[in-house]
């Protein structure tokens, strides 16, 4: 279904398992992964078979980052005349636009752009070998990119954004935990059986009441006020409320039973 070189993706029912692959690199970005993700992401809006996206790397790490090595190798993209910055911002566009929820499983290193990969991610599940950290400001650069000063404020405030952005330092999984960046850490060797879970429970809701849910806290962080973010809600919830499986999650609660839903 998919043939990519940088990237894979295994399809198991409704849940895709995306795999950063340039293990040898550390799953570092270049112009090839920006063009495969770009083009995965962007497919996923009108995708009614995917309700799942698992966001993971191979190897040793999650993500380092751009591929600083392999900068310029190939012809830079458009990028909405931005070049390879804009290129690159766009995927982490497409990946809150698209309604499938992204479980992020995160071990070793996820620095820079890996970084905003989780970030841009609905859940977070780190192994305990996770580091993450905005490089950006290392390298002579603001670390004001790929979405991370809209992200980070809005998971663990503007104080601890502003420790981890001005000074480049990493957080490590326990202090992750501690301040909300992410969900659940576990032993390495167990991340995918902590994403099960969640996969599991989402699964067991009705498709467009997931895809609905992700939209409307996409909205609500940004609502100007509580009644902006309420008439989303109720839009959505009207447009549930018209489905055949708002019908059978309602019957199954009455009859103690597990709903069997169908609307994708």
């Known amino acids: 279904m998919y043939d990519y070189k940088t990237i894979s993706v295994e399809v198991r029912g409704g849940v895709h398992y995306l795999t950063l692959n340039r293990p040898d690199m550390l799953n570092a970005i270049n112009t090839e992964m920006v063009g495969e993700l770009s083009e995965y992401f962007g497919g996923l809006f009108h995708n009614r078979d995917c309700r799942i996206v698992v966001m993971k790397g191979a190897g040793r790490a999650f993500c380092a980052g751009l591929d600083i090595k392999a900068r310029g190798e190939n012809e830079t993209p458009f990028g909405g005349g931005f070049g390879f910055q804009g290129y690159l911002a766009d995927v982490y566009i497409k990946m809150r636009r698209c309604p499938q929820p992204i479980i992020s499983l995160v071990q070793g290193a996820a620095c820079g752009g890996g970084f905003a990969f989780a970030l841009a991610s609905d859940i977070r599940i780190g192994g305990e070998s996770m580091k993450m950290n905005a490089a950006f400001i290392k390298l002579g650069l603001s670390a004001c990119d790929m979405g991370v000063s809209y992200f980070l404020p809005r998971l663990v405030g503007v104080s601890i954004a502003s420790e981890l952005m ?71 919830q009207v447009l549930c409320a018209g489905t055949e499986d708002v019908k059978e999650g309602m019957q199954a609660f009455i009859e103690k039973r597990k709903p069997v839903y169908k609307d994708a």
């Open 166 to 236: 001005m000074t480049g330092r990493f957080i490590h999984a326990d202090r992750a935990l501690a301040v909300g960046l992410v969900n659940q850490i576990v032993p390495d060797a167990e991340l995918d059986s902590a994403g099960e879970v969640f996969i599991e429970e989402m699964l067991a809701t009705s498709p467009m009441g997931l895809r609905l849910t992700k939209e409307g806290l996409n909205m609500a962080v940004d609502a100007a006020s509580l009644e902006a973010a309420m008439a989303i809600e109720n839009r959505n």
